[in-house]
């Protein structure tokens, strides 16, 4: 008896969603978003805001790929300190 397949409960599952500490040194920024979000880093465009709530400083890129990762967010540092993760947006 075979077991049916897994089925994803979103395509973004079968990404990863942080990078270890020891990867993050190792690669620059748009390298670490590409590997976040599975990209070419040609499909990265470069974002640095400060949060008008909180007023923290975030930068990271901004998935323009055409596919079902457009919009998607590479978050890689918050008030400068690492914090490397894929957040699902649409622009």
Request: charged content about 20%.
């Amino acid at each position: 008896m075979q077991l049916p397949q897994r089925i994803l409960a979103s395509p973004y599952e079968a990404y990863p969603k942080t990078l270890s500490p020891a990867s993050s040194l190792r690669m620059d920024a748009i390298e670490q978003a590409g590997e976040l979000l599975d990209l070419d880093p040609k499909w990265l465009q470069e974002f640095d805001v400060s949060d008008p709530f909180s007023g923290l400083a975030m930068t990271g890129h901004l998935s323009m790929k055409p596919d079902h990762r457009y919009g998607v967010l590479a978050l890689l540092t918050v008030d400068g300190k690492d914090a490397p993760q894929r957040i699902l947006a649409t622009p």
